[in-house]
């Protein structure tokens, strides 16, 4: 079973799902989130289901749980790019996003969180002294 | 079948790309990137693999191709997260990767794309009065 890649951006983790998701995926990308976001100390979280279409009650309280999660590591969680047959579903569901915020794509997303972290008073890392990107490895000619 | 989903981040664009990739599968993202290079007027493309095992000839191809239709996009491409074992094939293979450049990941791809941009004289979003990121939307309570 392949692994759902987690990608580093500052101190946001981006992880973007394309397929409806197996429940045993979810459980490993839940195991996968919570030991990425101890190593890299993120501040947030964004979770991009533009590719989903379909959603049950399994996959709705996942967000939830994966919010809580991040909660713990002191980050927080946004969804963003919901279809709206998705928000249909999970509101008929009446299923709790919890913690869980939303945006509609991926820039807001950040902005969100850019705005959660400095009014919680996280040092970001736009606020340390190293600069937010490394001088660029540059590997074919 | 789905669609991979092509995520805006200011003016790059970001692909992650999950499973082994089907051929018909690898024809509709190159479309959809055109579309999206055309209509985001994006200067960059980022192609996450690090989710990737198993390239064959065909993926290898599929960078080189990708690339060359940015570069028509006046867009600079940039693949991060490559595997040991995948950067093994791609040179076993004897595969060109032509206008791609590549990362460690997606970071210093951003980087990389930054400074090729500040390099060619294009106008980044940060150059303009617009800010980056629009006003959060902010859809639960």
Known sequence: MERIPILKLGDVLLVSIHDELQDQRVLTLQEDLAEK????????????ISAVE?????????????????????ADTVV??????????????????????????LEKGMAILAKLAAARGVTTIEDEDEPVYDPPVQASP
Chains 1, 2 share one sequence.
């Open 37 to 48: 976001l101890g190593s890299t100390g993120a501040h947030g979280l964004v979770i991009d």
């Open 54 to 74: 379909i959603v049950d009650s399994f996959i709705g309280r996942m967000f939830a749980t994966i919010a809580s999660i991040s909660r713990l590591f002191d």
């Open 80 to 105: 963003v790019g919901m279809r709206p047959a998705v928000a249909i579903t999970l509101v008929e569901l009446g299923l709790p996003l919890g913690n869980v915020r939303t945006a509609l794509n």
